[in-house]
């Protein structure tokens, strides 16, 4: 009987091959929603500050009331288009060459694998994108920002107090109206498994359950937020052509918004939201990503090219509150 090793040559696997790939959990578009444009620039409707805001009366004096044949009191307000968009083109391209594609061996199907790099990439930076200015304290939310109370990874913690501090503020200022608007709150994942063993947190729950570390569920419950969003994407941080180095794309912040339940509309409380430009291609179904393929005889091979038209955009820096620092990292 002939040895294994001369009736059968190794080949690879058709049906499975390894690769390093980043976390994909994204969560920058649940803060800033994708919303529909038909043009790649335009401007949005603002109101005055206080148009919707009733004024306290005067001393001694009820508001608004009139006599008999007096006058009634006018009311004037105020409108602006001041805040605009414009939808950047972010662009990226991969070649598959005659050669490649004929020598591919089974299991390598390189026009595939192109076109999901292609969308891989261009999500990912958009990703970067979101965290770089929702966690965004020296301009952004200078204005909204602060160190919490106690870190949370400590046995002093008080998230609660932090929450409220947000709260407060949005409310105050108009950006947050609980009928009209969820409350999200959002951090990376090296801070959540840190302050996920925080012995006050699991205090406050343990007589609910078994249990010596909180779920996000128990954490949603405990601040009340409507959404609580853990930012677990990853990036290479190592130089082109060095040895990969994994990176987390979200920091040790924590960020309160105000989201409006739907698409954002008219006469509403908005963070913000991301305009898709829809006029080349992409749909808010991709969140504005388009591909397509076409010939390229000067390299004897098909292009898979992948566009992103889209904006990311902060309307009511009020309508976000952002503690940097949450744990002693």
Not at 56 to 77: D, I
């Amino acid at each position: 009987m002939p040895a294994a090793h001369r009736v059968h040559d190794d080949q690879p696997l058709a049906s499975m091959s390894l690769a390093k790939v980043p976390v994909a959990d994204y969560i920058g578009h649940q803060i800033l929603k994708p919303v529909a444009v038909k043009k790649q620039s335009n401007k949005l409707w603002t109101y005055g500050d206080g148009t919707f805001f009733t004024a306290a009366p005067a001393a001694g004096q009820l508001l608004f009331q009139r006599g008999p044949g007096s006058s009634y009191q006018r009311y004037e307000w105020d409108i602006s288009a001041a805040t605009s968009y414009y939808c950047e083109n972010y662009g990226l391209e991969i070649v598959c060459s005659d050669e490649e594609v004929a020598n591919a061996d089974d299991g390598i199907d390189i026009r595939a694998t192109n076109g999901a790099l292609v969308a891989s990439h261009l999500m990912n930076a958009q990703e970067q994108r979101y965290a770089a200015l929702l966690f965004d304290t020296a301009t952004t939310f200078l204005s909204y920002t602060s160190t919490p109370t106690a870190k949370w990874d400590a046995d002093t913690a008080q998230p609660w107090d932090d929450r409220t501090t947000a709260v407060e503020s949005m409310m105050a200022n108009g950006t947050y109206d609980p009928l009209r608007n969820d409350l999200v709150f959002a951090t990376g994942i090296q801070a959540w498994h840190r302050f996920a063993r925080n012995p006050f947190l699991v205090d406050a729950i343990k007589h609910t359950r078994d249990a010596s570390v909180i779920t996000r569920e128990d954490f949603r419950q405990y601040l009340q937020v409507d959404k609580f969003l853990v930012g677990a994407g990853t990036y290479n941080t190592a130089d082109d052509g060095q040895p990969i180095s994994l990176g987390y794309i979200w920091g040790d912040y924590g960020g309160f918004y105000s989201v409006p339940k739907g698409t954002p509309g008219l006469k509403q409380p908005s963070l913000g939201y991301s305009p898709v430009w829809t006029g080349m291609g992409g749909s808010i179904a991709n969140l504005g990503y388009g591909t397509r393929t076409y010939r390229d005889d000067t390299v004897r091979g098909e292009v898979i090219q992948g566009d992103n038209y889209v904006d990311e955009v902060v309307t009511q820096a009020p309508a976000g509150y952002v503690f940097s620092d949450l744990t002693d990292a």
